[in-house]
């Protein structure tokens, strides 16, 4: 049998899906993808982490996610990430996302 070999750095692309209501309050649903980092128990325990959330330790980047600011300006970089991770629907899915993907079930 060959070893399980895994970094205990990786990171790792998962696709977000998100529902929400748009503008006249009807259900819509959309997807983007997020990179995630693997935060290991340490890291989420520590007194230096404490005040953090979890995606502040674990969301590296996200790609096809449009979000802009009150002038309607498309946020880019360490804005958009910020953004995604502050609203709350976007925050829940980025939350449940990783916690799903940390926890999926081995294939038999």
């Known amino acids: 049998m060959q070893p399980l070999r895994l970094n205990v750095e990786r990171s790792f ?3 977000v899906n998100v529902v929400f ?8 649903t959309g ?3 997020a990179k995630y980092r ?12 404490s005040k953090k959330t979890l995606l502040e330790l674990v969301l ?10 009150k ?8 804005d958009l990430l910020h953004a995604a991770k502050i609203d709350p629907v976007i925050g829940n899915a980025l939350v449940r996302t ?3 993907s940390v926890q999926k079930k081995p294939q038999r």
């Open 71 to 78: 002038d309607n300006e498309l946020l880019k970089g360490e």
């Open 21 to 28: 209501n748009d503008e006249d309050g009807n259900p819509a």
């Open 98 to 100: 990783y916690g799903e």
């Open 13 to 15: 692309w998962e696709k």
């Open 31 to 33: 997807s983007f993808l």
């Open 38 to 49: 693997i935060a290991n128990s340490d890291e989420t325990k520590a007194e230096e982490n």
């Open 60 to 69: 590296l980047d996200v790609k096809h996610l449009e979000l802009y600011d």
